[in-house]
Structure formats: structure tokens, C-alpha cells
């Protein structure tokens, strides 16, 4: 059974995740997993770093930067769906090309930022669930690999460590993008370090 840290770091993230586990009490207690996932294990909370930007800003790209706000959060909600499959049994293929794992006009047409926000925010929700399930946490799941590499195999807590890692690379970029846009810290408070 894994070992209880910390508690919810904010009102919002205790009311998520309470509501994944069901409804219970708000104030709940969370392994170091789920802190990475949700909370403001080494850095700030998730919903922190997506809150309080407009459908303008976030899709403006300073110079000599590869991706906008927007396409940065698409990509962490692309990868943190398909590890939701993964650990669900759904073997999702991997993208064939990186640019697949990206969004396309179309996709950036069809969903505006709240709209992505929420659904990035359910899905870190799902995560947190899943990282807190001690019945599976161990159990090995298949995991596709790029074409024409092997199928991996690794348990459901590897695969929710790796999207702890994917998803702390692309929220830096994104804490990154919004001191260079000038947005820096979010009015519930960031690190400005």
C-alpha cells in the first residue's frame, strides 16, 4: 500500500479529485503519484499553470517558439489520454510521426481553450484515480510502441509515472511561454523562480 504524504494543495484539486473518488470529503490525503499528477509536488499545481488565459493568448507564439500554449496543453491531453487507454486495456497505437501527437488547425478550430482546459483537468482527475487504485497500481499493461518496435509491457503505476514525467516537461515549457508572453504567475499563485 503506498504511503500517504501529503494532502490536496488546493480547493479545487480536493474537489476533482474528491469527485473521481465518488464524492467523498474534500480534504483528502494523497500519495507522492497523485501529488505529481494534481498537485504542487515540485512545482505549481496543474490547474495553476492553465488558469487565466484567453483564446487569444493562447495562441500567440513568441519568436523562435515551436509551439503555442494551446498546441502545448493539446499534446500533454493527446499522451495523458492515451496513457488513460493504456492503463484501461485500450491499446491505443502510437502516433506514426511526432507532428501526429500535435494538433492540426482543424483540431484547434473545433475546441476552444476552456473546452481543452476542462478536458486536460478531467483527465489528470482519471490519472489521480488511478494512481490512488492499490487493487491495480502493480498490474502490467501493454503499452504500443513506435512503429515497428516491440510491444512494451510495464505495470500501471511505470505508465502514470511516465505521464507525471511527460506532462512536468510540457507544463514547464508552458510556465516558460507565459513569462516570455508576460503572464506570469497565474493570479492563484505560481513559482517565479
Partial sequence: MPQILTKCSSRWLCEAWASEKGGREMERTMTELQQVLIGAGAAAPPVHIVEGLSDELVHQKPTGVPHSLYQELWHVVFWQQVSLDWISGVETPFPASPADGFPTVLDM???????LRARFLRGLGQAAKAAGDTARIETRVRCP??????????????????????????????????????????????YSW
Fill in 109 to 115: 478550430e473545433r475546441e476552444d481553450w476552456a473546452a
Fill in 145 to 190: 510502441s513506435r512503429p515497428g518496435e516491440p510491444m512494451r509491457q510495464m505495470t500501471v503505476r511505470e505508465q502514470l509515472e511516465n505521464l507525471g514525467a511527460h506532462n512536468a516537461y510540457h507544463l514547464g515549457r508552458m510556465v516558460l511561454l507565459r513569462q516570455m508572453l508576460g503572464v506570469w504567475p497565474p493570479a492563484s499563485g505560481g
